[in-house]
């Protein structure tokens, strides 16, 4: 499980080592982001009042190509660091120490069970690219007849007539 009891890290550092499916470790996630186990490292180390958590997930998500619309594995290893503070710390709270409160952001969370889920689920979703593409120079499908010119050229090919050309071709003389 991707939860810690705030007692043990009182006095050790603690890390979390998991692979495993989504659902089993308590992270909702959709299918396509988790056709395989995931792997999941995470270092645990509390200081005054802030828990700082550090690791990576590793999987892999299933795309469909912006481009030919073909399904595709991409696997990914992202790495996170995040700091939690625990929302009933009124007592024995160390006010002097300082902390880059501004480098990274703070979780609060209630009760003595931190839990690390979320943050492995955040940090898969922010895995997914803006663009999918199956390769860096997929040639997408036809515009005339739909065929994935990756896979065949067809009749149609050919780049359709540019129109600045003709524009340019009047301006000679
Ligand atoms: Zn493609
Ligand atoms: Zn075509």
Redesign the pocket.
């Known amino acids: 499980m991707l939860k810690v009891e705030l007692r043990t890290l009182e006095y050790e550092d603690l890390i979390l080592e998991e692979k495993g499916w989504a659902k089993a470790l308590g992270i909702e996630l959709e299918p396509q982001l988790n056709p395989e186990p995931l792997e999941i490292y995470c270092e645990l180390s509390k200081s005054g009042d802030l828990i700082a958590a550090k690791g990576w997930v590793k999987g892999k998500m299933l795309l469909s190509?912006?481009?030919?619309?073909?399904e595709?594995e991409n696997p990914y290893k992202s790495f996170f660091e995040i700091h939690y503070r625990s929302q009933c710390v009124e007592e024995e709270q160390e006010k002097d120490e300082v902390f880059p409160e501004g480098e990274f952001e703070i979780v609060y969370f209630e009760g003595d069970l931190l839990d690390v889920a979320d943050q492995v689920r955040q940090t898969v979703l922010l895995s997914v690219p803006m663009r999918a593409?199956?390769?860096e120079d997929?040639r997408?499908l036809c515009g005339g007849c739909g065929c994935d010119l990756?896979l065949s050229t067809c009749g149609c090919s050919g780049p359709p007539p540019d129109s600045r050309w003709e524009a340019l071709r009047k301006l000679k003389f």
Request: positive net charge.
């Open positions: 190509c912006d481009r030919c619309l073909k595709f593409l199956c390769k997929c997408g990756n």
